[in-house]
């Protein structure tokens, strides 16, 4: 069996409701080298008193549709538990959730989303990029979840018109967390090249940084395939 130094293991801490899914998920990870467990729970209370406890983490995997005291949902509880550790790195799991919330949890408390639909080998990479600060959103599950939602409250929006491939490689690439290195690898182009067409994006959504772009293209369902 492989081994870790300490500095390399990630703690996870998991929050779900479903029994079921939570201890499959949780002998799935303990398995994997490199991963230890600090904690799961079935609801928000009892994980929100761990962490108020000094409960010590790397990530947190946090079901959306979380039940607890007054209705709670995962939402509820990373707002919660940011206000105890400003700096807490969460991985959103959810079948699903509406494009409201969905803009709530990646611009408001800047949280990564994970579909439990997605294979095993994208949640480990989704685990490790979420622990180094990153924030994984596949371009899968953005749409997925924004066709199961809808428009985001506000108003119809206009369907961008679709990009180019090399454009599509790069959107894709910044929805899923990569760095300009990686999704200038992944395309086989330059690091400067993936920089101009990020330009381009940037220009032609009218935004700044790479967030706001995340946010336009869930917002107007670029289609990033």
């Known amino acids: 069996m492989k081994t870790k130094s300490r500095e ?8 779900d409701d479903h029994t079921l899914f939570r201890e499959s998920l949780r002998r799935l990870l303990e398995s994997e080298a490199g ?6 729970f079935a609801n928000a209370e009892d994980a929100l008193a761990a962490v108020k406890a000094g409960l010590e983490f790397d990530a947190a995997l946090v079901d959306y549709e979380l039940e607890g005291t007054g209705g709670s949902n995962g939402l509820d509880l990373v707002r919660k538990v940011r206000r105890l550790k400003p700096d807490a790195r969460v991985l959103m799991v959810t079948a699903g959730m509406g494009s409201a919330d969905l803009m709530r949890a990646v611009t408001e408390l800047d949280t990564g989303i ?3 639909t997605e294979p095993t080998v994208e949640l480990m990479l989704a685990i490790q990029r979420t622990a180094k600060g990153e924030r994984w ?3 899968r ?3 997925a979840l924004i066709a199961s939602g809808g428009l985001a409250a506000g108003g119809e929006r206009p369907v961008a018109e679709r990009l180019t491939a090399r454009e599509s490689g790069v959107l894709r690439g910044v929805l899923e967390g990569h760095s300009n290195k ?3 690898a992944q395309l086989e182009i330059t690091e400067s090249s993936v920089k101009a067409v990020l330009q381009k994006l940037f220009e032609r959504a009218g935004v700044r940084s790479r967030s706001q772009l995340v946010r ?10």
Do not use: P
Not at 216 to 225: G, K, L, N
């Open 35 to 40: 991963v230890e467990i600090s904690g799961d």
């Open 114 to 116: 994970f579909l439990k």
């Open 8 to 15: 390399e293991v990630i703690r996870l801490l998991l929050v």
């Open 141 to 143: 599950a953005s749409l």
């Open 137 to 139: 959103i596949s371009s």
């Open 182 to 184: 990686e999704i200038g």
């Open 216 to 225: 336009y293209a869930i917002e107007t369902q670029i289609d990033s395939r």
